[in-house]
T-cell receptor, first 116, second 115 residues
Framework: GAVVSQHPSWVICKSGTSVKIECRSL??????MFWYRQFPKQSLMLMAT?????????EQGVEKDKFLINHASLTLSTLTVTSAHPEDSSFYIC????????????FGSGTRLTVV | AQTVTQSQPEMSVQEAETVTLSCTYD???????LFWYKQPPSRQMILVIR??????QNATENRFSVNFQKAAKSFSLKISDSQLGDAAMYFC????????????FGQGTRLTINP
């Protein structure tokens, strides 16, 4: 249980275009989701926290207009990288908070974005 | 703000031996959760073990156990009988028990298992 499906697993886009990454909770309702960015051989950097039905909370230094996050339903959160540039190339991971006998987190498998 | 520090960028251990990964954290809170996550080459994040700060007993999960020293703000992970499949990046993470539910990750330790 508590599976999060993230798509696509990899994407290549041209500079200046936008790309959307989806994160779906398959067997539970995810009221809160998190989006991370991970550079090679580095840790996960939290970009934003999204709550269903409300605006995302962005971490300091993350451009809200470049990284658009939508959490319109209890099972789907999306990250759209707008006007992508090569420096946006990275590995993006979503995570969902789920409640069992204790608070837990489940992670998507990640999306490798390459902007050319 | 809370911070998590993993001072060992890389560690290696012989198969079947025991290895300990270090983690320290800084917080002014008394109630929180600590986690160890494993990220293998597939890059899928996998929960290894979890500890509630109010529990004095150290968490254990099969070959994985922690040494939680609340006063010292230390949370080390011990892997016993290391297996080749344990090779991965290991991240220590902190989460406040109140307020923001986000995880704060350490820098990670890359663990290599030598056959």
């Amino acid at each position: 249980g508590a599976v999060v499906s993230q798509h696509p697993s990899w994407v290549i886009c041209k500079s200046g275009t936008s790309v959307k990454i989806e994160c779906r909770s398959l067997d539970f309702q995810a009221t809160t989701m998190f989006w991370y960015r991970q550079f090679p051989k580095q840790s996960l950097m939290l970009m934003a926290t999204s709550n269903e039905g409300s605006k995302a909370t962005y971490e300091q230094g993350v451009e809200k207009d470049k990284f658009l996050i939508n959490h319109a339903s209890l099972t789907l959160s999306t990250l759209t990288v707008t006007s992508a540039h090569p420096e946006d190339s990275s590995f993006y991971i979503c995570s969902a908070l789920y409640l069992r006998e204790y608070d837990g987190y489940t992670f998507g498998s990640g999306t490798r974005l390459t902007v050319v | 703000a809370q911070t998590v520090t993993q001072s060992q960028p890389e560690m290696s251990v012989q198969e079947a031996e025991t290895v300990t990964l270090s983690c320290t954290y800084d917080t002014s809170e008394s109630d929180y959760y600590l986690f160890w996550y494993k990220q293998p080459p597939s890059r899928q994040m996998i929960l290894v073990i979890r500890q509630e700060a109010y529990k004095q007993q150290n968490a254990t999960e099969n070959r994985f156990s922690v040494n939680f020293q609340k006063a010292a703000k230390s949370f080390s992970l011990k892997i016993s009988d290391s297996q080749l499949g344990d090779a991965a990046m290991y991240f220590c993470a902190y989460r406040s028990a109140r307020g923001a539910q986000k995880l704060v990750f350490g820098q990670g330790t890359r663990l290599t298992i030598n056959p």
